[in-house]
């Protein structure tokens, strides 16, 4: 699980769905909550996302999703996936790929590549239980 800390930059919330922006030593970042937030702006929050969820690219594409870039530390290749560490500014961020498209990528150490999430696969991580 890729986790990175932030505070709240920005909140919408209509009936029971919220869009929430969150400032990052990277940028900022957005999820989509099926809830009204009790956080409020400038909380401090840790983000949580599966390694599985993030979509890598080597140029830059047009999308609703978050895009950030990072650069490849750590290939892990397996038969059936394969395992990248990305810097993005001192902290790693996980992917795993399927190790076919990752041989289609033509992706080495060091390459600079975009990594994309959806705001609908980040989460909140609450220390005090949801409450």
């Known amino acids: 699980m890729n986790?990175?800390?932030g505070y709240i930059d920005s909140i919408q919330s209509s009936e029971h769905l919220s869009f929430i922006g969150v400032k990052t030593n990277g940028g900022l970042l957005y999820l989509l909550l099926l809830e009204k937030p009790?956080?409020?702006?400038g909380s401090e929050v840790n983000l949580v996302f599966k390694e599985s969820e993030v979509i890598l690219s080597k140029e830059l594409v047009k999308s609703t999703a978050n895009i950030s870039c990072g650069v490849i530390n750590k290939i892990q290749?397996?038969?059936?996936?394969?395992?990248?560490?990305?810097l993005y500014n001192d902290i790693e961020i996980i992917v795993l790929?399927?190790?076919?498209?990752?041989?289609?990528?033509e992706l080495k150490l060091n390459d600079t590549v975009?990594?994309?999430?959806?705001?609908?696969?980040?989460?909140?991580?609450?220390s005090h239980g949801g409450k």
């Open 3 to 5: 986790k990175l800390k």
């Open 38 to 41: 009790i956080e409020t702006i």
């Open 77 to 86: 290749k397996g038969k059936i996936l394969t395992h990248i560490g990305l």
């Open 97 to 105: 790929v399927p190790s076919v498209k990752f041989d289609m990528m």
């Open 114 to 126: 975009y990594w994309i999430i959806n705001p609908s696969e980040i989460s909140l991580q609450r």
